[in-house]
């Protein structure tokens, strides 16, 4: 009978599995959304900026003072009351600029800004362990920029004496979900990029002076590339994109590192789809892009499709998954109905 009634819940759920909405009044668009302990913060566009201090089950909205006119692609959560929101745009228009808070977002003020021409940033990493961080902006006169946090993220300046490969015509990391740059907790760092005829992943294992390549993929072009990557242990490693501007195809396999990202293997059953953040959520990799979202199970080596969705980026966050999306897309999926949707179908 407890079997019975077991198998019943899992077969509900399967049936009935959807994202349920937060429930916020917003038209802004996301893509920045990060967690810390029982914080979830959330970035995007009018400068807007949405906290929960209990894990999603209630959240207050904002929009920063100053910064109606930036898109908060990617944040770096430090501790319980500090948090840094990184605008991407154009340093000549005024929209590189990073935002702090120290008192839990009750008040925010310009961390650092740049009107330089030639600066956008794409990502920006922390290292809740070594309390520092890296921030990657487009390459300008043809080399990579990277800023470096330190002093526990209160003093930020460009990275000097970097040595990094030949960069390809066009090259650029994407300032998507804010995943195309993370870093371990050694002090390694991975780097994903697009935008030219081959997409990369770049590794640096001295927190950011000294880059290798470690793979790259034929044949990509100015929209396309990898967007995410993603580390389910020190070994494990993920990479995924796609072509921003056909979201409903994808030619570009995923590609998996099982020795800590010196050698990459195309995954042989990639999704179809432009995918624009990958997370690991055991057992499964699960992937969003604006068209859908799906979950791979690494010991079946099985995908399924999770229910309709249309987020720019996932995280899990203990037993949900929460995704923000465009025009005020934001949702949230049990873990529970993705054990569903596999259990079924066996």
Same mark, same amino acid.
């Given at each position: 009978?407890? =079997?019975?009634?077991?198998?019943?819940?899992?077969?509900?759920?399967?049936?009935?599995?959807q994202?349920?909405?937060?429930?916020?009044?917003?038209?802004?668009?996301?893509?920045?959304?990060?967690?810390?302990?029982?914080h979830?913060?959330? &970035?995007?566009?009018?400068?807007?900026? =949405?906290?929960?201090?209990?894990?999603?089950?209630?959240?207050? =909205?904002?929009?920063?003072?100053?910064?109606?006119?930036?898109?908060?692609?990617?944040?770096?959560?430090?501790?319980?009351?500090?948090?840094?929101?990184?605008?991407?745009? !154009?340093? /000549?228009?005024?929209?590189?600029?990073?935002?702090?808070?120290?008192?839990?977002?009750?008040?925010?003020?310009? !961390?650092?800004?740049?009107?330089?021409?030639?600066?956008?940033?794409?990502? =920006?990493? #922390?290292?809740?362990?070594?309390?520092?961080?890296?921030?990657? *902006?487009?390459?300008?006169?043809?080399?990579?920029?990277?800023?470096?946090?330190?002093?526990?993220?209160?003093?930020?300046?460009? /990275?000097?004496?970097?040595?990094?490969?030949?960069?390809?015509?066009?090259?650029?990391?994407?300032?998507?979900?804010?995943?195309?740059?993370?870093?371990?907790?050694?002090?390694?760092?991975?780097?994903?990029?697009?935008?030219?005829?081959? *997409?990369?992943?770049? /590794?640096?294992?001295?927190?950011?002076?000294?880059w290798?390549?470690?793979?790259?993929?034929?044949?990509?072009?100015?929209?396309?590339?990898?967007?995410?990557?993603?580390?389910?242990?020190?070994?494990?490693?993920?990479?995924?994109?796609?072509?921003?501007?056909?979201?409903?195809?994808?030619?570009?396999p995923?590609?998996?590192?099982?020795?800590?990202?010196?050698?990459?293997?195309?995954?042989?059953?990639?999704?179809?789809?432009?995918?624009?953040?990958?997370?690991?959520?055991?057992?499964? #990799?699960i992937?969003?892009?604006?068209?859908?979202?799906a979950?791979?199970h690494?010991? !079946?080596?099985?995908?399924?499709?999770?229910?309709?969705?249309?987020?720019?980026?996932?995280?899990?966050?203990?037993?949900?998954?929460?995704?923000?999306?465009?025009? &005020?897309?934001?949702?949230?999926?049990?873990?529970?109905?993705?054990?569903?949707?596999?259990?079924?179908?066996?």
């Open positions: 009978m407890r =079997i019975l009634i077991t198998l019943l819940l899992f077969i509900s759920l399967s049936s009935n599995a994202w349920i909405p937060l429930g916020l009044e917003t038209q802004s668009s996301f893509r920045a959304i990060k967690a810390y302990k029982n979830i913060w959330i &970035g995007g566009t009018k400068g807007t900026v =949405i906290h929960s201090a209990d894990q999603g089950n209630s959240w207050s =909205i904002q929009q920063v003072a100053g910064a109606e006119k930036l898109d908060f692609r990617d944040l770096a959560i430090l501790n319980d009351q500090e948090v840094i929101l990184m605008s991407a745009g !154009l340093s /000549q228009e005024k929209a590189a600029k990073l935002y702090k808070t120290t008192n839990g977002g009750q008040t925010w003020e310009i !961390l650092y800004e740049t009107n330089e021409p030639g600066y956008f940033f794409d990502a =920006i990493t #922390w290292n809740t362990k070594s309390l520092d961080g890296l921030i990657v *902006a487009d390459p300008k006169d043809g080399k990579f920029s990277f800023f470096k946090l330190t002093d526990k993220g209160k003093k930020i300046e460009l /990275q000097t004496a970097i040595q990094f490969p030949s960069l390809l015509t066009r090259e650029a990391a994407f300032a998507a979900s804010g995943s195309s740059l993370i870093s371990k907790p050694s002090n390694d760092y991975f780097l994903v990029t697009g935008g030219s005829q081959k *997409a990369r992943i770049y /590794q640096s294992k001295d927190k950011g002076r000294n290798i390549t470690r793979a790259e993929v034929c044949c990509t072009d100015s929209s396309s590339g990898f967007f995410s990557i993603a580390a389910k242990n020190k070994q494990h490693l993920m990479a995924a994109g796609g072509n921003y501007l056909r979201i409903h195809e994808n030619t570009l995923m590609m998996e590192s099982i020795d800590g990202g010196k050698k990459w293997s195309p995954l042989a059953n990639s999704p179809d789809f432009y995918i624009e953040k990958i997370v690991y959520s055991k057992p499964y #990799w992937v969003t892009g604006p068209s859908r979202s979950a791979y690494e010991e !079946l080596k099985e995908w399924r499709k999770l229910p309709e969705s249309h987020f720019h980026n996932i995280i899990q966050v203990k037993n949900m998954l929460i995704g923000v999306g465009g025009k &005020g897309q934001l949702g949230k999926l049990p873990i529970a109905q993705i054990d569903a949707l596999f259990l079924s179908k066996k």
